[in-house]
C-alpha cells in the first residue's frame, strides 16, 4: 500500500494555555521519572516523587539559590531568565531564586536581585509564568544583607565596600 494510503496518528503540539509566547506544555512535566524503569528495576529513591505540607515534586532533587550578581536596581534580566530557564527545562523538583533583597539598601551588592517595587515583580513573575509553563515549582530566597550590604560581587574583590560613585551605600 502507498505510504500517502497509510493512517498515521493525529499528534499535536499542544502549546501552555495563558502564555504571551508558544511553549510546549510538558506532560509529564521534564524531571518525572519513568515507572516503570526500562529494566524493570524500581525507580531510584533521589527520583522518586515527595510530598511536603501539600506540594508534589517530581523528584528529590533541589537547586540551592545562586546568586548571579546581574541584576540592574534589583530588576533581574535576560540572564536570569536564560540561566534559571536553563535549569527549569531539565526539570529539578524545586528551583530557588537567588538572594532576594527586600530593600535597596539591603542587598548585599548593587547587582543584587530586589523584590521592593513593581519593575522588580514584574521580572520576577515572567520567571515564575516560564517555571509553571515547564510544570516546575520555584521559590525565591528572601533576604538582607545587614552590615554585610553593599560589598562588591565576590569575584571582583573579595566583597569589598561599593563606594556611592559606584552605586553603592556605603553609610547605611
Known sequence: MPQSQLATPLIINEGVPGLPYFAPKQSP????????????KSIPQ???????RGVEFQNRIFLAPMGQYSATDGVIN?????????????GPGLTVVEAT???PTGRSSP?????WNS???????????????QGQKIGIQLAHG????SKTALWLSRGMVVREEAGGWPAE
Open 29 to 40: 512535566p521534564s524531571g518525572t521519572a519513568l515507572d516503570p524503569q526500562p529494566d524493570g
Open 46 to 52: 533521589l527520583f522518586q516523587p515527595l510530598r511536603i
Open 78 to 90: 535576560a540572564w536570569h531568565l536564560a540561566h534559571l530557564g536553563g535549569i527549569l527545562t531539565r
Open 101 to 103: 533583597a527586600v530593600t
Open 111 to 115: 547587582e543584587d536581585a530586589g523584590l
Open 119 to 133: 519593575a522588580q515583580e514584574s521580572a520576577l513573575h515572567a520567571l515564575v509564568a516560564f517555571a509553571r509553563a
Open 146 to 149: 545587614g552590615r554585610k550590604a
